[in-house]
């Protein structure tokens, strides 16, 4: 069975054409990122406009690298939400279009499964039920994969998302967008005891998350260097910084392994690609005997093979879109 996925909801635009739900016969991705640089994050009517300029373009180049035409396709899976409701409609009404002219039938794709799914691409023995740490731009959440598209969620963020929590320190120590990849590298560089930041814990509710006294954290220390002239290491921020985001992932994650009994750990979305939480995670899991799972970085950031990973196993499942499908632009994990 032959999916051709399709996202579009936020500033990537991509297709990709995907084989019995696991091996990408192509992955194109158009980033808009030198774009959205300018204005230090992701304006949405350019991002709109954007799709819109390259959707088709991108479509026929994932077509033609797979070496197949449109005729070969089985199903077409489009990322109908979360995101900007733009940007998501974009791939929504071309993937509609597509659908109605080739007659072929249309699954609509939750993005955050599709993080979820992008584990299933190189790890071909790995099948639910497993625990996944999903950390995105927009997401943070602990979630029981009971079964394919099934989720329990047991632990979420109370404010930032870990990735949005990289970009806004990245923001303040001069290093541009998209930071998460720019903190990572300058980490290397720092010593992750140099400063004490918080950890958050909240009282009953072990896998739950908060990041914004972290930030807060952060943006105080500047200052504080500022006002008594001391000099700012954004190494050492960005290391130590780093350290309090990953000590808290990999505990909580750790945790919730042990008391659902789950020996498998996934992890997905931007932050998923992060070095040190990799390190940690693998550090954790090994003295746990727990198998952990992640995706390259290709895969972990937005793309449309996790897309067409996630529709396949809707599609074998009966699930099948209306041409009335439109974007939801807060659609919740399990909601359909
Ligand atoms: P969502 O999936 O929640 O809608 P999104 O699609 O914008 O949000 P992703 O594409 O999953 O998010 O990931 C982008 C995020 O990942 C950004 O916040 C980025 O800073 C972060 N990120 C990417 N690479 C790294 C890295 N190496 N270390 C830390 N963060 C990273
Ligand atoms: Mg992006
Ligand atoms: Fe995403």
Do not use: W
């Amino acid at each position: 069975i032959l999916i051709l996925g399709i996202e579009s909801s936020c500033d990537e635009t991509a297709a990709a054409v995907v084989k019995n739900g696991r091996e990408v016969l192509s992955n194109v991705i158009s980033s808009q990122i030198e774009l959205h640089k300018l204005y230090g994050g992701v304006v949405p009517e350019i991002a709109s406009r954007k799709h819109i300029e390259k959707i088709n373009q991108v479509i026929e180049e994932a077509l033609s690298s797979a070496k197949v035409t449109l005729d070969d396709i089985d199903a077409i899976g489009v990322t109908y939400g979360p995101g900007l409701v733009g940007a998501l409609l974009v791939g929504v009404a071309e993937a509609k279009a597509i659908s109605y002219a080739a007659k072929k039938p249309l699954v609509g794709v939750h993005h955050i499964e599709g993080h979820v799914s992008a584990n299933y691409i190189e790890n071909r023995e790995l099948e639910p039920p497993f625990l996944c740490l999903i950390v995105s731009g927009g997401h943070t959440h602990l979630v029981l994969v009971n079964d394919y598209g099934e989720y329990k969620i047991i632990g979420r963020t109370r404010d930032d998302a870990a990735g949005e929590a990289f970009d806004k320190v990245a923001r303040a120590i001069g290093l541009g967008y998209p930071g998460g990849p720019k903190i990572d590298r300058l980490a290397k560089e720092g010593n992750s005891k140099a400063i004490k930041f918080p950890r958050a814990n909240i009282e009953g509710a072990p896998y739950d998350f908060s990041f914004s006294g972290l930030k807060s954290a952060v943006l105080n220390h500047i200052n504080s260097c500022k006002m008594k002239d001391i000099e700012i290491n954004n190494a050492d921020i960005a290391a130590s910084f780093q350290e309090a985001v990953v000590d808290v992932l990999t505990s909580k994650t750790i945790l919730a392994a042990k008391e659902y009994g789950m020996k498998k750990v996934a992890l997905a979305g931007g932050v998923a690609s992060n070095g040190s939480l990799r390190e940690g995670m693998l550090r954790e899991c090994k003295k746990n005997k727990i198998e952990l799972y992640y995706p390259s970085p290709i895969y972990c950031t937005d793309n449309a093979a996790m897309i067409g990973v996630a529709a396949y196993y809707e599609f074998i499942k009966g699930a099948r879109a209306d041409l009335d499908l439109n974007a939801v632009p807060n659609l919740k994990i399990g909601q359909r």
